[in-house]
C-alpha cells in the first residue's frame, strides 16, 4: 500500500479506486503465484490503456504536425507508443520499482524487462482512464510519453537513422565495439562503444547487444544533432 501511495505522488495523480492501481501494478506472474482470482493483473488494464494512449497520440500529432501525411503520422506514432520507447518512459517514473512481480520474474530481471514496463505503463493509463476519466489519461499521456517528441523518433530506430545521417554527412564507417558484458546469465547488461570514421564517438547500455547498440547511437545522434 505504501509504494502504491508513493507511486501515486510520482504521478501526480490520486486514485479513487486504489484497487485499479494495485491492479495495474500486478504482473500475472505475481498474480499465479499468489493464486488471485482470475483477471487480477494488469492484462486487461494493459489492452484498455492502449487503446487511449493511440488516440490521444493520434490527437496530438494531428494538430501538432498539420503538414504531414497520414503515412506520416503513421510511422511516427508507431516510434512513440512501441515497447522500447514506452520502457523508455518509464524511466523518469521508476515504474519498474513498483511492479508486483512474481519470484521468478523477480529474479531473472523483470523490473527492467521492456515489456513488462511497457505493458504496465499502458495499464497504468487504462486505470487512470478508468478512474479519473479521458481528460486525465490524456494528462498523464502528455506529461510522461508524449514530451520531447522530436528525439524520441530518434530512439526508436537510432541504428538506421544514424547509418543514414553519417552517409549523408560523409562521416566515416560506423562501427560497435562491445567492451563490457556484465552479470549472470538470466540478467546480462552489455555495454557498447560506436566508433565513427574509426573514433569512439558514445556508448550504450543493455539487456542485448543489440540494445546496447542502440543506446550508443541514440546517444551519438544527439551529439551530431546538437553540434
Do not use: W
Amino acid at each position: 500500500m505504501r509504494k502504491q501511495l508513493q507511486f501515486q505522488e510520482v504521478i501526480g495523480y490520486e486514485f479513487r479506486q486504489g484497487g485499479l492501481l494495485v491492479q495495474a501494478l500486478t504482473h500475472s506472474s505475481y498474480a499465479n503465484e499468489k493464486r488471485m482470482k482470475r483477471h487480477s493483473d494488469n492484462e486487461r488494464l494493459e489492452f484498455l490503456g492502449d487503446a487511449v494512449l493511440e488516440i490521444v497520440t493520434s490527437e496530438f500529432l494531428y494538430n501538432r504536425y498539420p503538414d504531414l501525411s497520414e503515412g506520416q503520422l503513421t510511422k511516427m506514432r508507431a516510434c512513440l507508443v512501441c515497447e522500447p520507447t514506452l520502457a523508455f518512459c518509464t524511466q523518469e517514473l521508476k515504474l519498474g520499482d513498483y511492479l508486483l512481480l512474481g519470484r521468478g520474474e523477480e529474479h531473472t530481471g523483470g523490473r527492467k524487462r521492456k515489456s513488462i514496463l511497457s505493458d504496465a505503463l499502458e495499464a497504468v493509463i487504462g486505470a487512470i482512464y478508468l478512474d479519473g476519466g479521458f481528460a486525465n489519461a490524456k494528462e498523464f499521456i502528455l506529461k510522461f510519453i508524449l514530451t520531447d517528441v522530436e528525439n524520441k523518433q530518434l530512439f526508436y530506430d537510432s541504428k538506421t537513422i544514424l547509418q543514414e545521417v553519417v552517409q549523408g554527412e560523409e562521416l566515416g564507417e560506423i562501427a560497435y565495439e562491445l567492451i563490457a558484458e556484465t552479470g549472470p546469465d538470466h540478467d546480462k547488461m552489455f555495454a557498447v562503444e560506436l566508433h565513427i570514421g574509426g573514433r569512439p564517438f558514445s556508448k550504450g547500455e543493455g539487456h542485448t547487444k543489440k540494445a546496447a547498440e542502440q543506446a550508443a547511437a541514440y546517444r551519438g545522434l544527439i551529439q551530431l544533432k546538437n553540434r
